[in-house]
């Protein structure tokens, strides 16, 4: 007796290898619209589906298997003697296997196309069917990838059928993806910042060599739904990406997207900046983030904001560096920078797009608004007002303490991040380690960026020891006029945000 298999897919690729196959074992081909077309053209016989229905297709195509003749016949239960009764009493045959490929809403939900077109991309018929023969996966094979089409039939050359635990292998991957096509759709429907639940839509890129330690395991996913400067990037040359890397280069790319209208250069080692600077070339943007910090961007990670050309190239290669991401690379600088075998080189396309930051905590999720704004009510408070130098250099530190571990410090000299101090427990020891860093390395002056209150007016005092000339913080302490007062003594301007950027 044949068994039957039904074939109605949007991604056709090794179709008529697998078609073919299942005919030649014995497989009667049911087919819907254009896949029916397709297997006919490849010299095989499917049967239309109308034919086993007695029903056409009918409103465009949007209702064709959704029939008790197709369900009934993937949901019956072959041991239960009354599925059995009344499949024969409505004459409906069964169905043995399912191949399915959705429609492309993940691949078109991004696209610059209106609401409707879009909803035109919602499977309606292709889920129902996955669903009714993943639920009896005692007795139906589904596929819905195409990388398992060859271990089915593996299993059928070798045993006649296939097993039960690929079946139940194989319904599990339906479920798991019509999860995420429906998490997708709703997210695209509702519009709400914090839904009733949270639904996830990632698909897996790869399994990685090992997670932030050797002993964990982990594997990179990329969204279903979102754009992202992670989700396209571009890898030019090098060995493939680790955990690590994948969270340092995240990092870093955001600390790049901060400066839209300059050039700039971030280091990031252990997902912490340690160099950051602006400038008007490549080369001299490169080497004022490097002398930031020569010590820690040692096997650390660049990303640049400009096309990286001969020179800068030649001037990476001179330090040991795990990645080098950039907006794009001259030829030369490629073949420059490939002499390094390890070398990961990466062109990012897309621009930094999170809207959500998701935090892991045991049993549950924190999900916030990415901190994505800066302060438009910065205020003077003390008597002396910055000069329009150091308040164009306090703003440049703010931009990069956003991105440091809190207690976060940042002192600069207002195009470079010569000292960065986080992940400290007190202020005032994040402040001492900044300041001496940076005095380490330049003589002039130097303004300070905290990426919250000083809760005593130890820093501000502090600061003023050490020579450094202007102070930006967002206030908010009750004891803010202590800081206030110290800077007046000390004849120190200092503004305040009135918005902090804690990063814990």
């Known amino acids: 007796m044949k068994k039957r298999a ?78 059995m009764k009344t499949v024969q009493e409505y004459e409906i045959g069964l169905i043995d296997m399912v191949i399915v490929n959705l429609y492309p809403f993940f691949e078109n939900v991004n696209k610059e196309i209106n609401l409707a077109e879009k909803v035109e991309f919602i499977d309606i018929g292709g889920p129902s069917m996955l669903r009714s023969g993943a639920k009896n996966f005692q007795s139906v094979t589904v596929l819905t990838d195409i990388s398992d089409y060859e271990l089915v039939q593996n299993e059928i050359t070798e045993n006649g059928e296939t097993s039960i635990e690929t079946r139940k292998k194989l319904a599990g991957k339906v479920f798991n993806l019509t999860s995420a096509y429906d998490a997708a759709i709703s997210a695209m429907l509702l519009e709400e910042e914090y839904p009733q639940y949270l639904n996830a839509s990632y698909k897996k890129v790869s399994d990685l060599r090992y997670g932030e330690n050797p002993h964990q395991t982990a594997a990179y996913y990329v969204s279903t739904f979102e754009n992202g400067a992670m989700k396209d990037f571009e890898i030019l040359g090098g060995k493939e990406l680790s955990f690590n890397n994948l969270r340092d280069l995240d990092l870093c790319w955001k600390v790049v997207h901060e400066f839209h209208e300059e050039m700039v250069c971030c280091a990031v080692k252990h997902s912490t900046p340690c160099g950051v600077a602006t400038g008007t070339t490549a080369i001299e943007t490169y080497k004022k983030a490097f002398e930031c910090d020569p010590m820690s961007i040692f096997g650390g990670i660049v990303g640049m904001n400009f096309t990286v050309d001969a020179e800068t190239a030649k001037e990476l290669n001179n330090t040991f560096l795990e990645i080098v991401a950039a907006t794009d690379f001259t030829e030369e600088a490629l073949e420059i920078l490939r002499k390094k075998k390890n070398l990961r080189i990466l062109k990012i396309k897309n621009p930094v797009s999170d809207s959500k930051t998701l935090v892991k905590i045991d049993g549950g999720l924190l999900v916030q608004s990415t901190d994505q704004q800066f302060s438009a009510e910065i205020e003077c408070v003390t008597e002396i007002e910055p000069t329009e130098a150091q308040r164009k250099s306090l703003l440049f530190s703010q931009r990069v303490c956003k991105y440091v571990k809190s207690n976060a410090i940042v002192v600069s000299n207002g195009t470079q991040a010569l000292g960065i101090g986080g992940g400290q427990v007190n202020r005032i020891w994040a402040t001492e380690q900044a300041i001496s860093r940076a005095k380490e390395k330049f003589d002039g002056e130097l303004v300070l960026a905290s990426d919250a209150f000083f809760p005593f007016r130890d820093v501000v005092d502090y600061c003023a020891e050490q020579g450094i000339s202007a102070i930006i913080q967002p206030g908010g302490s009750m004891k803010d006029q202590d800081s206030i007062d110290a800077a007046n003594e000390h004849k120190i301007p200092m503004l305040f945000t009135k918005m902090r950027h804690f990063f814990h």
């Not at 008529?16 to 896949?35: C, H, P, Q, R």
């Open 6 to 83: 039904l074939i109605s897919v949007s991604d056709k690729s090794n179709l008529t290898d697998v078609a073919k196959f299942l005919e030649t074992n014995n497989y009667e081909l049911i087919s819907t619209g254009g896949t029916f077309k397709h297997l006919k053209e490849a010299g095989l016989s499917p049967i239309q589906i109308d034919e086993v229905t007695d029903f056409p297709e009918m409103l465009d195509g949007r209702v064709k298997t959704l029939h008790p003749k197709i369900h009934g016949g993937l949901l019956a239960v072959r041991d239960n003697e009354n599925h």
